[in-house]
């Protein structure tokens, strides 16, 4: 079971519902009308493991199109190292996938389960086409998008969602791009101006949420919990800016977590605090695995 959680990045994982239930308060708060928070419990537990399931067939996903590649430079990863055949592989990404679509239809209905099809997409594209060219870390950011709007859509959604609701996930992607940004220097670990632009852009843009409550979009206690996100991250970033792959390899880690902060003050700022609170403890959970298995 090990070579598999090394598979999916297992701590990572549970940052995975953090973007589905920041999209499920954003749901709350702009569609589904103040319907009673009770009513998406189910919905909401079956949209979180789908989430879960075609994260975690992404990360496997990711592993197999960079096999030459790892095979050179991490040749301790699950699949170079021979502990998982490539077919096994498939057979996982694939099964958890259907799971996942399953899920979401499930947690609801067809236009939750369109919108992870479109995600489950979004990651192939990223994985066979686009990641290292220069919209690879955009593409990236349009998986954690999808995410989200499994969650806007899994709220209740009848009609197409508002603007809004489709706007502020847009600073997670955005997060996002800036993070898979930094993950290119985690091999080399070379400082120069491509490392420390993505460093910079990182921090500034955790605050997203904040630019959302400043807009009108979300409540003013949105933007004091987008704060939390650059707290976090100031020292590893700190530590990442005169380069060397250790530190930004920490870097890497620490804005993996921070995708949950940015999304939890999102939660705060569409008026759903324990929402935030469950996005904080999954990703504290997810810290803890970390210290037995690597995070990117």
């Not at 593409?139 to 603007?163: E, F, H, Q």
């Not at 220097?185 to 491509?194: A, I």
Request: proline residues 6%; positive net charge.
């Amino acid at each position: 079971m090990r070579a598999f959680f090394e598979l999916i990045r297992l701590p990572a994982v549970f940052t995975a519902p953090a973007d589905v239930l920041a999209g499920l308060a954003l749901g709350g708060a702009f569609v589904s009308g103040g319907r009673p928070a009770v009513e998406f419990v189910l919905p909401g537990l079956a949209v979180v493991a789908a989430s879960v399931c075609i994260y975690a067939a992404g990360m496997a996903a990711n592993d197999v199109f960079d096999l030459a590649v790892d095979r050179v430079e991490r040749p301790q990863r699950p699949i170079p190292s021979g502990r998982i055949g490539v077919r096994a592989a498939w057979t996982w990404i694939v099964g958890l996938q259907l799971v996942g679509l399953a899920l979401s239809v499930l947690g609801g209905g067809w236009a939750t389960g369109a919108t992870c099809l479109a995600t489950i997409a979004a990651t192939y594209l990223y994985n066979g086409l686009l990641k290292s060219g220069p919209l690879g870390p955009l593409s990236m950011g349009l998986c954690r998008y999808g995410n989200a709007m499994i969650g806007v859509t899994a709220a209740g959604l009848v009609a197409p969602p508002p603007i809004h609701a489709c706007l502020v996930p847009v600073g997670t992607l955005l997060y996002v791009a800036a993070l898979t940004g930094v993950s290119r220097h985690e091999v080399s670990g070379t400082p120069g101006p491509g490392l420390r632009a993505a460093l910079v852009a990182l921090v500034v843009l955790s605050i997203t949420p904040a630019v959302a409550a400043l807009a009108g979009v979300a409540s003013a206690s949105g933007a004091w919990a987008a704060l939390a996100a650059p707290v976090f991250l100031w020292r590893p970033v700190r530590r990442a800016w005169g380069g060397g792959g250790g530190a930004v390899r920490g870097a890497v880690m620490a804005g993996i977590f921070g995708i949950a902060l940015v999304d939890a003050a999102i939660a705060i700022g569409a008026g759903a605090p324990i929402v935030a609170g469950i996005i904080v403890g999954l990703a504290a959970a997810g810290r803890r695995f970390g210290r037995w298995f690597h995070s990117t």
